[in-house]
């Protein structure tokens, strides 16, 4: 079955400490996705891949990297910059394409990620 | 990104009623997305509009985008327990293909 699949589900980490967190898909889609989820604020989007070997800043960039060496894989670092982690962590991809193109731009999102800081 | 506004945040519905959440925007938008997140799970795609004034349905769910592409509605009849969790609407942007999320309805049904 094709689908997104991250690690850990869960992980638990103390304050100060670099945390990678994996994104793989076999979907074949071009475009890769992090998102970071609080209680009651959504989806906020962290950084993005459209291509390989390139990758954008979202709107809460600051305090995470990300590399993009393969297609299928997207792993983003919390690093010890973040000052508040503790959240859960959405990697999604889609197809990227004109807006009328069936399944073009409608995101895939794995299973989560829940960091918490202690 | 575009700003897309979701309300009611929260949304407690008694088990066959109806209810209705809404999503604005102050620009017109490309079109919009909806997305379900159960409990504890991660958001699922719905469904997409794109053009002025369309209206879809998936059994007891029905979406619309206004005529002005700047809103949209989903509207959910007889609601059931599996109807909880949380609806997500997102507007792409037509720019870069970005997508903004609204801050979600969070349902709750009482049997």
């Excluded at chain 1, 890769?32 to 989007?45: E, F, I, K, N, T």
């Excluded at chain 1, 962590?89 to 299973?111: E, H, M």
């Excluded at chain 2, 002005?68 to 989903?74: G, M, Q, V, Y």
Aim: proline content about 3%; overall charge positive; some cysteine.
């Amino acid at each position: 079955d094709g689908g997104i699949t991250q690690s850990p589900k869960y992980l638990f980490r103390k304050e100060g400490q670099n945390v990678t967190l994996s994104c793989e898909q076999n979907l074949n889609h071009d475009a890769m996705y992090w998102y970071r989820q609080d209680p009651g604020q959504g989806l906020r989007l962290i950084y993005y891949s459209q291509i390989v070997n390139d990758f954008q800043k979202g709107d809460i960039a600051e305090g995470y990297s990300v590399s993009r060496e393969k297609k299928e894989s997207f792993p983003l670092t919390v690093t010890s910059a973040q000052k508040n982690p503790t959240a859960f962590y959405l990697c999604a991809s889609d197809r990227q394409g004109a807006l009328a193109l069936p399944g073009a731009n409608v995101l895939t999102f794995g299973a989560g990620s829940r960091l918490t800081v202690l | 990104g575009q700003q897309v506004m979701q309300i009611p945040q929260y949304q407690h519905v008694q088990e066959g009623e109806d209810f209705t959440t809404y999503c604005n925007s102050s620009t017109t938008l490309s079109n919009i997305q909806w997305y379900k997140q159960r409990p504890g799970g991660h958001p699922v795609f719905l469904i997409q509009l794109v053009k002025s004034g369309e209206v879809k349905k998936q059994k007891r769910l029905t979406f619309q985008f206004g005529e002005a592409k700047k809103n949209s509605s989903l509207h959910i009849t007889a609601t059931q327990t599996t109807d909880v969790g949380t609806y997500f609407c997102a507007a792409l942007s037509s720019n870069d293909y970005k997508l903004s999320f609204g801050a979600g309805t969070t349902v709750t049904v009482r049997a």
